[in-house]
């Protein structure tokens, strides 16, 4: 079994930044590939950024590309999201899932992570 908990969310304004950790627990996260969710009032839950096992592999949503950046650090077991030039859509609660994945392949449906943290919360004020 994998536990994952998120920090570093909070209240910003629009044009900061803000780097999200995801601690994983219970298994060696470098066996796992990672990834980064939100999911805003009303809305279905998205993914926002990938990496691969392996960590030669990454994956951003249009909406971020360019502005966040995943990276991993296998020797803490942490992933993390670092947040730049954050816009008020950013706005959701955010969810760091990890899978069990190939070298390079990052899943992009939630339904694809069997491990999710419990959220953390991000929101930017205009």
């Known amino acids: 079994q994998v536990q994952l908990v998120e920090s570093g969310g909070g209240l910003v304004q629009a044009g900061a930044s803000l780097r999200l950790s995801c601690a994983a627990s219970?298994?060696?996260?470098?066996?796992?590939?990672m990834a980064w969710f939100r999911q805003a009032p009303g809305k279905e839950r998205e993914f926002v950024a990938g990496?691969?096992?392996?960590?030669?592999?990454?994956y951003y949503a249009d909406s971020v590309k360019g502005r966040f950046t995943i990276s991993r650090d296998n020797a803490k077991n942490t992933g993390y999201l670092q947040m730049n030039t954050l816009k008020p859509e950013d706005t959701a609660v955010y969810y760091c899932?990890?899978?069990?994945?190939?070298?390079?392949?990052?899943?992009?449906?939630?339904?694809?992570?069997?491990?999710w943290g419990q959220g953390t919360q991000v929101t930017v004020s205009s």
């Open positions: 899932a990890a899978a069990a994945g190939g070298y390079y392949y990052i899943p992009t449906r939630p339904s694809e992570y069997p491990y």
């Open positions: 219970g298994r060696t996260s470098s066996t796992l590939g």
């Open positions: 990496i691969s096992m392996s960590g030669l592999s990454t």
